[in-house]
């Protein structure tokens, strides 16, 4: 089984997709694998989400999961639609023991050391920082991440291409997952090359 350590590692970064038509999933997944980006977020935040991470699948060399999955429902759904990964805004027991039992790899949000104590408590060390600007940046990272030097971080929220190498200079930090790489609206396959291009050049 590919655990989250596997699949954090495969890029700087991740590629957090909202799709709002069908027909921008292929595309925009052929875009970003060719520039590098192989582990692709989308997000459960629109009708067409589900069906989206069914396209990718079919991408060559796609790793597709899904985001904003917040309960055991979604995770149902998620799973269903061929998802190879889950990505949680926030850590509940219900959803990383519903994860553990269908053995996916799992990335729950934290934002707190009581988070992190109660991820530890389940059995997880990989954690998505969130939302990262907003609870505090780099140094509440920094704090957070002291005394728990196990565990390792994929930040998100309010990162784009001019803060992300700061965070990923961080040791704690496997990579950084931002909606920059993938913006949402029509796909124009070069420029989404070209974006996914320079981040995965970003160094760790």
Partial sequence: MTTIAEIMTQAPVIP???IDELSQAEPLARALVAGGLPVLEVTLRTPAALDAIRAMKAVPG???GAGTVTGEADLAD???AGAQFIVSPGLTEPLA??????RVPFLPGIA???????????GLTHFKFFPAVAAGGIPALK???APFAQCRFCPTGGIGLENAAEW???EAVLCVGGSWVAPRGPVHSENIT???REAAGLKR
Avoid: F, N, Q, Y
């Fill in 62 to 64: 796609a790793v597709v």
């Fill in 78 to 80: 998620a799973l269903e």
């Fill in 194 to 196: 070209s974006l996914a």
């Fill in 143 to 145: 704090a957070l991440a």
């Fill in 16 to 18: 957090v997709i909202v």
């Fill in 168 to 170: 990923l200079a961080l």
């Fill in 112 to 122: 707190t050391a009581g988070d992190i104590m109660r991820g530890l408590d389940l």
């Fill in 97 to 102: 023991k519903a994860a553990a039992r269908e």
